[in-house]
């Protein structure tokens, strides 16, 4: 029995790196409200954790069809044959927690591995992705990235750049990102000095003019080989997730090949199942997925594509997508999280 955990604060986690933490409401009831995603790729027998059972069951229920899968509680996971845990994103706060709630050690990763998947989930991990990726194709792509350790280096780059994104090294969707265009005012100064304090610098990337978020989806196995999943074409407003397009494989690379001729994106995918696992390998297994975006050119017409964003070693909504992904000769469909009461993935008809 697999036991599958959806554990949205791994990012929250990540960033604090502490055994016990408090997370915040929105993500504790994020957690309740959504804990029987997992079910969508459960194997027939496998548990998923949740915290109330018969929610679970009734939330579920107009998604996950078909399926023999157990949801059980934390009171639960002693009693259980668990052989593998899968989680949303390994932490040394869901290693305690499981652990705590008789999980055998032998079934979780060790402190010095989490230590090591935790620095590599760094945004610093982007810099040497980047400079692979972009290899020999600069012309056709975009992204650089630098790292700082103090306020005087930081403007330093600011002067240079002068539009810029300012990224802590670890934090969740849609927080530690300030924008800054000419100087910092002193409330950005002030955050950008808390960050160096906490996490030991701060990240600085040029400003782009996106046009279209998207990602690859991957799944790196044990033995070090990288499984291409999916194209994950998403949305979101001030880089908060908002929702995700479900279609076929085919149907989503003819949209980004309005802006980006497949070959490209075909390249950079086939870089990345090259590159990750020298990067990756023996530290971390499990899904991971990086994010993209489709950016305006300043000097002609035309796009560029930005093929390193953001790196997530842990499972994302993409990887949701994915697993409701409508056939083929069905509509498209769009996936989003709402909040009515409570959390809830909602699926509609595509426009």
């Given at each position: 029995?697999?036991?599958?955990?959806?554990?949205?604060?791994?990012?929250?986690?990540?960033?604090?790196?502490?055994?016990?933490?408090?997370?915040?409401?929105?993500?504790?009831?994020?957690?309740?409200?959504?804990?029987?995603?997992?079910?969508?790729?459960?194997?027939d027998g496998d548990a998923v954790l949740v915290d109330d059972i018969a929610f679970a069951i009734k939330a579920s229920s107009g998604l996950v069809k078909g399926?023999?899968?157990?949801?059980?509680?934390?009171?639960?996971?002693?009693?259980?044959?668990?052989?593998?845990?899968?989680?949303?994103?390994?932490?040394?706060?869901?290693?305690?927690?499981?652990?705590?709630?008789?999980?055998?050690?032998?079934?979780?990763?060790?402190?010095?591995?989490?230590?090591?998947?935790?620095?590599?989930?760094?945004?610093?991990?982007?810099i040497p992705t980047l400079s692979f990726l972009r290899d020999g194709i600069q012309d056709q792509t975009c992204g650089k990235a630098r790292y700082h350790e103090?306020?005087?280096?930081?403007?330093?780059?600011?002067?240079?750049?002068?539009?810029?994104?300012?990224?802590?090294?670890?934090?969740?969707?849609?927080?530690?990102?300030?924008?800054?265009?000419?100087?910092?005012?002193?409330?950005?100064?002030?955050?950008?000095?808390?960050?160096?304090?906490?996490q030991g610098g701060a990240m600085v990337e040029p400003y782009y003019n996106k046009v279209r978020d998207f990602g690859m989806e991957f799944f790196m196995h044990?033995?070090?080989?990288?499984?291409?999943?999916?194209?994950?074409?998403?949305?979101?407003?001030?880089?908060?997730?908002?929702?995700?397009?479900?279609?076929?494989?085919?149907?989503?690379?003819?949209?980004?090949?309005?802006?980006?001729?497949?070959?490209?994106?075909?390249?950079?995918?086939?870089?990345?199942?090259?590159?990750?696992?020298?990067?990756?390998?023996?530290?971390?297994?499990?899904?991971?997925?990086?994010?993209?975006?489709?950016?305006?050119?300043?000097?002609?017409?035309?796009?560029?594509?930005?093929?390193?964003?953001?790196?997530?070693?842990?499972?994302?909504?993409?990887?949701?997508?994915?697993?409701?992904?409508?056939?083929?000769?069905?509509?498209?469909?769009?996936?989003?999280?709402?909040?009515?009461?409570?959390?809830?993935?909602?699926?509609?008809?595509?426009?």
């Amino acid at each position: 029995m697999d036991l599958h955990v959806f554990n949205p604060e791994h990012d929250i986690a990540l960033a604090h790196n502490r055994r016990h933490l408090t997370m915040p409401h929105a993500a504790q009831e994020l957690r309740m409200n959504l804990g029987w995603i997992p079910a969508l790729w459960a194997s027939d027998g496998d548990a998923v954790l949740v915290d109330d059972i018969a929610f679970a069951i009734k939330a579920s229920s107009g998604l996950v069809k078909g399926k023999d899968v157990l949801f059980v509680t934390w009171n639960d996971l002693p009693e259980l044959p668990i052989d593998h845990v899968n989680p949303w994103g390994w932490d040394i706060t869901l290693r305690t927690a499981l652990a705590e709630h008789g999980v055998a050690t032998h079934l979780l990763p060790t402190e010095e591995k989490l230590s090591a998947v935790r620095k590599l989930s760094s945004r610093l991990s982007t810099i040497p992705t980047l400079s692979f990726l972009r290899d020999g194709i600069q012309d056709q792509t975009c992204g650089k990235a630098r790292y700082h350790e103090s306020l005087d280096a930081l403007s330093d780059t600011l002067a240079e750049w002068q539009r810029v994104v300012l990224k802590s090294p670890w934090s969740s969707s849609g927080r530690g990102i300030r924008y800054v265009d000419g100087e910092m005012n002193p409330s950005v100064k002030g955050w950008a000095q808390r960050v160096i304090q906490q996490q030991g610098g701060a990240m600085v990337e040029p400003y782009y003019n996106k046009v279209r978020d998207f990602g690859m989806e991957f799944f790196m196995h044990e033995n070090g080989e990288v499984e291409y999943a999916g194209l994950s074409l998403f949305h979101t407003v001030n880089n908060v997730y908002m929702g995700n397009l479900l279609a076929p494989e085919e149907e989503k690379r003819m949209i980004l090949d309005k802006w980006i001729p497949t070959s490209l994106t075909d390249m950079i995918r086939d870089r990345i199942c090259t590159y990750i696992p020298t990067m990756l390998h023996p530290h971390y297994a499990g899904p991971l997925g990086i994010d993209m975006m489709v950016v305006s050119r300043h000097d002609q017409q035309g796009f560029l594509l930005h093929p390193c964003v953001e790196i997530n070693l842990r499972r994302t909504m993409g990887h949701v997508a994915l697993a409701l992904t409508p056939p083929e000769g069905q509509s498209q469909q769009l996936m989003s999280i709402e909040h009515k009461g409570n959390y809830f993935l909602k699926i509609t008809t595509a426009d």
